[in-house]
């Protein structure tokens, strides 16, 4: 049985007082409560630290947005692996369709970032996701392998315990258009499927595949009810407890199941 995981993606969003309220809000709506989901937040940079230390012993953790593939040097404006790990963060998220389309970053620099979150002990939470056009020339499953070829690159089984995937189609994210549960099912049992093809069965059964694209508290228990839908990455609707709280708890509801 995968654990689900429900993740907040922040982006550019909150200020200093904001965000910690957000996060002490959640950290409130946990306690006392059985966490049988992993639920990350993942804040801004300069609001990482202050975010971390208002979750406390919650259960919740905290994640970068990015990361930098080189321990440290002239990188101007870039955060490193090691950096992200001495402010208490467990995770990353890497290839986000906003990094992938609006800073273009391509499959080679998100392997290279893969590959350092994972060597230094973060669980890397890489992302993949096809363009409208993509879905409606049938280019979804080519594009979606090969940035799972590419993302996953020299990633070996045993590495994999540290990877997460993130299917976000990107006509889906912020659009308000969600994935509908069979449009997501299919295809995360198409990324198992390539995960079955690329190591073993047993590797891609225990691989956790999140949804993200428009989640909201309204079709977050369909949406999670899908056989292959391991959780869910979750944007605009994390930025408030009223509206991030409610997909916790069909985390938590689902995963009684
Ligand atoms: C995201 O940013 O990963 C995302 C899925 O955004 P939204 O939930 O706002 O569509």
Redesign the pocket.
């Known amino acids: 049985m995968r654990r689900m995981i429900i993740a907040g ?1 922040w ?1 550019m969003n909150t200020d200093l007082a904001s965000g910690t309220a957000l996060a002490s809000g959640l950290a409130e709506l946990v306690s006392g409560k059985e966490l049988s989901v992993d639920v990350l937040v993942c804040p801004p940079f300069p609001y990482l630290q202050a975010v971390r230390q208002a979750v406390g012993e919650s259960g919740i953790s905290v994640g970068g947005q990015n990361c930098y593939f080189e321990p440290s040097g002239a990188f101007t404006g870039e955060v490193s692996v090691g950096m992200l790990q001495d402010i208490g963060c467990d995770s990353v998220l890497l290839g ?1 369709s906003e990094r992938r389309h609006i800073l273009k970053e391509c499959n080679g620099l998100i392997n290279k970032k893969t590959k350092a979150a994972i060597a230094g002990g973060l669980r890397a939470v890489l992302c993949v996701g096809e363009l409208l056009e993509e879905r409606e020339a049938g280019n979804t499953e080519a594009v979606l392998d090969e940035q799972m070829a590419g993302g996953l690159e020299d990633v070996s089984a045993e590495q994999m315990t540290q990877v997460v995937i993130a299917y ?1 189609p990107v006509w ?4 308000g258009k969600t994935a509908s549960p069979e449009q997501a099912e299919q295809a995360h049992a198409h990324l198992r499927n390539w995960l079955a093809s690329r190591y073993t069965q047993e590797l891609a059964d225990s691989v956790r595949i999140l949804y ?4 909201k508290p309204g079709n977050a228990m369909e949406l999670l009810g899908q056989p292959n839908v391991d959780g869910a ?5 994390s930025l408030s407890v009223e509206n991030f709280g409610p997909i916790i708890e069909a985390g938590l509801e689902i995963s009684k199941a």
């Open positions: 993606n982006k986000h976000e889906a994210i912020g659009t993200g694209g428009s989640v990455l979750v944007g605009g609707a």
